[in-house]
């Protein structure tokens, strides 16, 4: 029941990721979100709240800690790999990339990409893939962390669906979505990153991102 | 007569020549690299790129003809057995596995095929019978 809710979810945010681009003004916001009232200088206001990315903490492929407030004021792109991945995770880099080439002069952004076998993938190992996928400096993240970590917020919040299993190549199945995230940490679209076409889309979308006036940053 | 005609006579005769001249070994090659484009999208595409550009010095491409002539009858053995240790290709190091591809020899020859002549390389045909000759060599 709970993999039909993701698999439901993640099609409208697919459906929505690819219909965003219709409308250049504002990206949608997805998730939860609930109204709240409360009273400013004696009127009553209805606001809403959205759901946001709860507090994180992982390591770099440089050993250094990486938490929610290390990303606090940039718009990230979040994916799921691991090094030793045969199958989808190739491709989705080599799109990634693309996005990496075009924003890495900018200040305000970050890919972070979470291993799932954080047990083959220590910090040297992901260093060394950085290293040669031609990383450098601190615009493109490879992070590692426990796994239970890295598995409940992949499926909880950014709504990616990882599971190991022996049966697939290279023992796990995972989605290959690049979810971005803006700077009040609301996911604002979800995009195939095995299709140049939706990574493309995505790159637009960062860019309508960056030109949207900040709002306050929750923290 | 009409230009037309005229016209359609000279393509007729066109397309006669050309077939004409299409040997059974021309041909052959033909069925072997449009069967081995199918095998590389689904087996090699993945990971060595739509142009063979293979990812940065993760993956290597597939554009050096000089390694691929040198080791061409090891070239089955890779694609079956898949690659580990070192190799240098257009002065780059590799050194990441390579996982092994559950293919007959004939896709196997296939796609060599179809490798050996996409991407700027020029090898001849890799027919079934020398990929089944030179699996039995793999190490």
């Given at each position: 029941m709970r993999n039909i809710l993701i698999i439901g979810f993640a099609a409208i945010l697919l459906w929505g990721a690819c219909k965003s681009?219709?409308?250049?003004?504002a990206l949608p916001i997805y998730g939860n979100r609930k109204p709240v009232t409360k009273m400013v200088d004696g009127k009553q206001v209805t606001d809403t709240i959205y759901q946001t990315i709860p507090p994180f903490k992982f390591v770099n492929q440089y050993g250094d800690s990486i938490s929610n407030k290390t990303l606090n004021g940039n718009i990230y792109v979040v994916d799921f790999f691991f090094t030793?991945?045969?199958?989808i995770c190739p491709i989705m880099h080599r799109n990634m990339l693309k996005v990496y080439e075009t924003?890495?002069?900018?200040?305000?952004f970050k890919i972070i990409s979470h291993t799932i076998d954080p047990k083959h993938d220590s910090v040297p190992v992901l260093k060394k893939y950085a290293d040669k996928l031609g990383i450098t400096g601190n615009t493109w993240w490879f992070l590692q962390g426990k796994k239970e970590d890295i598995y409940t917020i992949a499926e909880k919040n950014y709504l990616v669906a990882v599971k190991q299993d022996s049966s697939a190549a290279g023992g796990y199945i995972h989605a290959g979505y690049f979810v971005l995230i803006d700077k009040q940490k609301r996911i604002r679209g979800s995009y195939d990153g095995t299709d140049p076409k939706q990574v493309d889309q995505l790159i637009a979308d960062i860019k309508t991102l960056q030109a949207e006036p900040d709002q306050m940053i929750v923290q | 007569m009409s230009w037309k005609l005229a016209g359609s006579l000279i393509v007729f005769v066109a397309i006669l020549f050309i077939t004409a001249c299409q040997s059974d070994e021309n041909l052959e090659f033909k069925r072997y690299y449009s069967s081995g484009a199918l095998v590389y999208q689904q087996?090699?595409?993945?990971?060595?790129?739509t142009n063979g550009?293979?990812?940065?010095?993760l993956i290597p491409l597939l554009s050096d003809s000089t390694f691929l002539r040198k080791n061409v009858s090891s070239l089955p053995c890779y694609v079956k057995n898949g690659l580990k240790g070192q190799i240098t290709i257009k002065g780059k190091t590799f050194e990441d596995a390579m996982p092994a591809n559950d293919l007959s020899p004939l896709e196997i020859a296939q796609v060599l095929t179809y490798i050996g002549n996409s991407f700027g390389n020029k090898l001849s045909t890799i027919d079934e019978q020398s990929v089944q000759k030179n699996l039995v060599g793999c190490r």
């Amino acid at each position: 029941m709970r993999n039909i809710l993701i698999i439901g979810f993640a099609a409208i945010l697919l459906w929505g990721a690819c219909k965003s681009g219709s409308d250049k003004k504002a990206l949608p916001i997805y998730g939860n979100r609930k109204p709240v009232t409360k009273m400013v200088d004696g009127k009553q206001v209805t606001d809403t709240i959205y759901q946001t990315i709860p507090p994180f903490k992982f390591v770099n492929q440089y050993g250094d800690s990486i938490s929610n407030k290390t990303l606090n004021g940039n718009i990230y792109v979040v994916d799921f790999f691991f090094t030793t991945c045969p199958s989808i995770c190739p491709i989705m880099h080599r799109n990634m990339l693309k996005v990496y080439e075009t924003f890495k002069n900018t200040g305000d952004f970050k890919i972070i990409s979470h291993t799932i076998d954080p047990k083959h993938d220590s910090v040297p190992v992901l260093k060394k893939y950085a290293d040669k996928l031609g990383i450098t400096g601190n615009t493109w993240w490879f992070l590692q962390g426990k796994k239970e970590d890295i598995y409940t917020i992949a499926e909880k919040n950014y709504l990616v669906a990882v599971k190991q299993d022996s049966s697939a190549a290279g023992g796990y199945i995972h989605a290959g979505y690049f979810v971005l995230i803006d700077k009040q940490k609301r996911i604002r679209g979800s995009y195939d990153g095995t299709d140049p076409k939706q990574v493309d889309q995505l790159i637009a979308d960062i860019k309508t991102l960056q030109a949207e006036p900040d709002q306050m940053i929750v923290q | 007569m009409s230009w037309k005609l005229a016209g359609s006579l000279i393509v007729f005769v066109a397309i006669l020549f050309i077939t004409a001249c299409q040997s059974d070994e021309n041909l052959e090659f033909k069925r072997y690299y449009s069967s081995g484009a199918l095998v590389y999208q689904q087996h090699c595409q993945n990971c060595h790129g739509t142009n063979g550009e293979g990812l940065s010095a993760l993956i290597p491409l597939l554009s050096d003809s000089t390694f691929l002539r040198k080791n061409v009858s090891s070239l089955p053995c890779y694609v079956k057995n898949g690659l580990k240790g070192q190799i240098t290709i257009k002065g780059k190091t590799f050194e990441d596995a390579m996982p092994a591809n559950d293919l007959s020899p004939l896709e196997i020859a296939q796609v060599l095929t179809y490798i050996g002549n996409s991407f700027g390389n020029k090898l001849s045909t890799i027919d079934e019978q020398s990929v089944q000759k030179n699996l039995v060599g793999c190490r």
